[in-house]
Structure formats: C-alpha cells, structure tokens
C-alpha cells in the first residue's frame, strides 16, 4: 500500500473508505505507512447494518431485498460515504469473508464500489476459501490494484 500512497500523493489525490467486511483493515493498511495523511482522509467503518443505515445512508430495504452482500449496497454505501468525506477516490467494500455465510447469501464474496472523477466503477471478487484472514488480506491487494489501475 506504501506505493498506493505515493502514487496518490504525487497525483494530489485523497481517498477515503467505507469498509464493512474489512473491518478497518483496509485503513490500516494505509495509515501503517509513513506520510499517509497526504492522501488518506478518512473511513467510515460501517461493520453492523445499523451504521450503514443511520450514518451511511444506506436504505433498510436495499439490505432486505438485495442482502448486505451485494452490489446495491456497495454502491449506496459509497454514494453515502462521498456526502460524508469530500475525497476524490471514494471506495465501499462489502461482503463475506468467511468463515460462516451471511443471511441471504450462499458464497463467500465482496463488492466493492468506487466513485473517482464522477464516475462510478463496481466490483465483484469472489473468494476461493472461507478463511477470513486470507480473504481479507487478499482483498486488500485487489484494492490496492483497483485503485492504482484508475489513477495511472
């Protein structure tokens, strides 16, 4: 994440998260990192559906009819996100890490959205294994490479 920061620093670009599934690792992974306030604004850490809801926005209904883990969500959470911290990379990431499934879901996934230069990119990252550390971590790479892939 040390050349994610660079590359935003030298670009004059913030990001900031709303990080369910991670939990908060997705910010540590950067704040980790000498120099990060550069680029990092800042994270909502939306892990229950009641932040998602009261502090993110997120409708009660999304969650019902779409479930937590979804695209939908990913999405509302990022458009919530980017009324709370004004960056020029917002990033969502919802889903299921393992090792148990989450109500209404049958496969170990996660959704991340992210909202740069007015537009809105989505993502779908299906996960191999249920081991939670493994899949968090792994995600985290793919975040690094999502990011870096739309500043360059």
Request: aromatic share 6%; proline share 1%; hydrophobic share 40%.
């Amino acid at each position: 994440m040390e050349e994610l920061l660079k590359l935003l620093s030298d670009k004059n670009l913030t990001i900031s998260f709303a990080e369910s599934m991670t939990g908060g690792a997705l910010s540590t992974s950067l704040t980790k990192h000498n120099g990060a306030s550069k680029a990092f604004k800042g994270a909502v850490i939306a892990y229950s559906n009641e932040v998602k809801v009261n502090v993110l926005n997120v409708l009660k209904e999304t969650i019902i009819n779409k479930s937590v883990v979804s695209k939908e969500v990913a999405i509302e959470m990022v458009e919530g996100l980017k009324k709370i911290i004004n960056s020029d990379i917002s990033l969502s990431i919802t889903g299921n890490a393992g090792p148990t499934l989450e109500e209404n879901t049958s496969e170990f996934k996660c959704y991340i959205s992210v909202l740069y230069q007015n537009k809105l990119y989505n993502y779908e990252e299906k996960f191999k294994t249920n081991n939670r550390n493994k899949n968090i971590n792994n995600i985290i790479k793919n975040v690094k490479n999502i990011v870096y892939n739309l500043v360059l």
